[in-house]
């Protein structure tokens, strides 16, 4: 995780703007190339303070590098792409790595060696760091690159109807813009290791000869990635312990939601507010059972997979994905038990019910409903290894010290005839104080704080999307900014699902939160929610957006979040003077100068 640390040095001709701008790109870049900003730097002062002029830092010749853009909302496509740039350094290419949003797309009609790596989004949309270059690369203005040479490594989750879709679609395009494919399409489920590693070989090799022809010299010594201060990772999480675990709605919600605190001490894991923090989940025990009735399997079995021998029910419980219907299981289903019907519903023309199904059925539904007879080491090769989950980190360490705030949605409700849970919130509603989770960080440069605190900040968080702006709202008490704090929030009933009402109440008592508007969507005959609150105070809104403001969403990103973008352009439409068209290439701007950030789910 690249933490961009500004010194405390007097800058006279540095105003917040500059500074701001300046941490922006420099969040982008390894830690290779921040030292290598930093030394080029240092030899332009010296050159500068000799009378001389400072120089533009050599960009290298587009014939004789290898360039790697990624677009990532969750964190996974910046992984792989800075393992790719890591390995293609060792093998002494010369590489730039750049988020996609700081990739100059002028220099794309120059470009001759590009890998790509992004994700799909919701139903089929860009990341956030990734859309102008999209649209830049779908639109007209794209440029004819008959000299590029490029392979693209598409990153998604087949729970979703339009799998890897926007990684299909660049790849597409920049081979009908004329330009020539190092590597096949990836296409990277949640197991994306089993597909990127390949993947990365592949590309690779294929760059490494063509950069051979085109005479890039090698280097002798590749730069290396300065390693975090912290040994704990995704791949070696860190035992939290729980410290609180608490229901924050009253006991006649229809939801479960829980504020959980965990301790950090000792392990050297350090978050800013906008981060998350990843948890290794388990299924429940129940669902197990079900499975393997279902199943008429036993789970004391031994079953070998991947070299690995251990019980059916360990392998169900520990290791499978088990509570998230994706394609590859709903496919091996209907040929396992010769079902036309299920196989029907993978049809292109049938995506509509398709999406149903993904939404409102999970894997045991169908097991029960469309029996076949498996065996276990089939079964495994066909479910997908239990993933971790992310939740939006709910605190900031200048108010909590070595701990982290989480606010789960507890996912346990009756459908089809049965209980349906999910993995990581059930085993954190049951987890009692003193236990040990298995965290890590996951960084997310695009969801920041305005490096100047004068600025006043929107925030926009329904339901458990308000969790972040716990953590927006501490940041900013504790470290004094001046800026003005506007939120709104979301939920069924005032009564008993106003989470944090005390809290915000009491920041709106202490000047911490300048305002708070609300919509509780069943407390009254016509439903109200917070895009309907932003219509209202549009003209409000709009004056804090040209002001300077800077945006935040953050929760659902299939429904809330599209209707609070349709909502925000009507806004700019009513009050700016502008037409829907230049209101949402205002928006795309923000999004560009990360005024405007998302962290939808």
């Given at each position: ?5 500004v010194?405390?040095l ?10 701001a701008?300046?941490t922006?790109?420099l969040?982008?870049?390894?830690a ?14 010296e ?19 290898l360039?790697i ?19 293609g ?12 949003d ?5 220099e794309l ?8 790596v ?12 990734a ?14 690159l008959?000299?590029?040479?490029f392979?693209?490594l598409?990153?998604?989750d ?10 299909r679609?660049l ?9 020539s ?7 990277a ?14 590309a ?17 010594t590749?730069l290396h ?10 791949e070696?999480?860190?035992?939290a ?5 608490q ?8 939801r479960?939601?829980?504020h ?12 800013q ?5 990843g948890?290794?989940?388990h ?14 399997l036993d ?20 290791e ?40 409102d ?11 076949a ?10 479910l997908r290894?239990?993933?971790?989950r ?30 349906h849970?999910?993995?990581a ?8 104080e ?5 965290v890590?960080?996951?960084s ?17 968080g ?12 501490q940041?900013?008490?504790?470290s004094?900014?001046?800026g003005?704090?506007w ?35 069943r ?6 929610y917070?895009?309907?609150?932003l219509?209202e ?9 040209k ?5 935040y ?14 909502a ?8 700016g003077?502008q ?23």
């Amino acid at each position: 995780m690249n933490t961009v640390v500004v010194p405390n040095l007097p800058a006279p001709s540095l105003d917040a703007d500059k500074l701001a701008r300046l941490t922006w790109e420099l969040e982008s870049l390894t830690a290779a190339q921040l030292y290598w900003i930093a030394a080029w730097s240092a030899a332009q002062a010296e050159q500068v303070q000799r009378g001389g002029v400072a120089t533009p830092a050599p960009a290298g010749q587009p014939a004789s590098r290898l360039t790697i853009v990624y677009g990532s909302q969750t964190g996974n496509a910046k992984r792989i792409a800075e393992q790719l740039a890591s390995r293609g350094e060792a093998a002494g290419l010369p590489v730039r790595l750049l988020r996609a949003d700081a990739y100059p797309q002028r220099e794309l009609a120059q470009e001759r060696h590009l890998l790509l790596v992004i994700s799909t989004q919701g139903d089929g949309e860009p990341p956030d760091d990734a859309r102008g270059l999209f649209e830049f690369i779908s639109g007209k203005r794209a440029p004819k690159l008959p000299a590029l040479q490029f392979a693209v490594l598409g990153l998604g989750d087949s729970s979703y109807p339009q799998f890897c879709t926007i990684g299909r679609q660049l790849d597409a395009r920049l081979a009908e813009l004329g330009g020539s494919r190092l590597a096949s399409f990836g296409e990277a489920d949640v197991e994306i290791e089993a597909v990127a590693a390949p993947w990365v070989e592949q590309a690779l090799e294929q760059a490494r000869e063509r950069l051979r022809q085109a005479g890039a010299p090698a280097r002798a010594t590749p730069l290396h990635v300065v390693p975090s201060r912290s040994a704990w990772s995704r791949e070696q999480p860190f035992a939290a312990t729980v410290l609180a675990n608490q229901r924050i709605v009253a006991r006649d919600s229809a939801r479960d939601v829980r504020h959980v605190e965990l301790s950090l001490e000792g392990s050297g894991l350090h978050y800013q507010p906008g981060d998350a923090l990843g948890v290794w989940p388990h299924n429940p025990s129940a669902l197990v059972e079900q499975w393997l009735e279902a199943l008429q399997l036993d789970g004391a079995q031994p079953v070998t997979h991947q070299q690995r021998a251990l019980p059916l029910r360990q392998w169900l419980g520990r290791e499978r994905e088990i509570t998230r219907l994706h394609r590859g299981f709903i496919s091996a289903l209907a040929t396992a038990g010769g079902h036309d019907e299920l196989a029907r519903l993978l049809q292109p023309e049938q995506s509509a019910q398709f999406a149903a199904v993904l939404a409102d059925e999970q894997p045991i539904d169908l097991l029960r409903r469309y029996p076949a007879t498996w065996q276990p080491e089939t079964l495994l090769a066909t479910l997908r290894p239990l993933a971790p989950r992310l939740y939006s980190i709910a605190s900031s360490t200048k108010a909590v010290g070595e701990e982290v705030h989480l606010t789960v949605a507890v996912v346990d409700y009756q459908a089809h005839g049965s209980t349906h849970w999910g993995a990581a919130s059930s085993l954190l509603a049951a987890t009692d104080e003193d236990s040990k989770l298995p965290v890590f960080i996951e960084s997310n440069e695009r969801f920041r704080l305005p490096a100047d605190g004068s600025r006043d900040i929107i925030m926009i968080g329904p339901g458990t999307g308000v969790a972040p702006f716990r953590a927006f709202l501490q940041e900013r008490r504790e470290s004094g900014a001046t800026g003005r704090n506007w939120l709104f929030f979301g939920n069924r009933h005032f009564a008993s699902d106003f989470l944090y009402q005390v809290e915000w109440q009491q920041a709106l008592q202490d000047g911490s939160l300048h305002r708070l508007d609300l919509a509780f969507s069943r407390d009254a005959e016509h439903k109200t929610y917070v895009q309907d609150r932003l219509h209202e105070h549009g003209a409000e809104l709009h004056a804090w957006l040209k002001n300077g403001a800077h945006l935040y969403v953050c929760g659902d990103a299939k429904h809330m979040a599209r209707d609070v973008h349709a909502a925000l352009v009507d806004v700019i439409v009513a009050h700016g003077n502008q037409s829907p068209d230049e209101a949402n290439a205002w928006l795309g701007e923000l999004l560009q100068q990360g005024r405007y950030a998302r962290d939808v789910y």
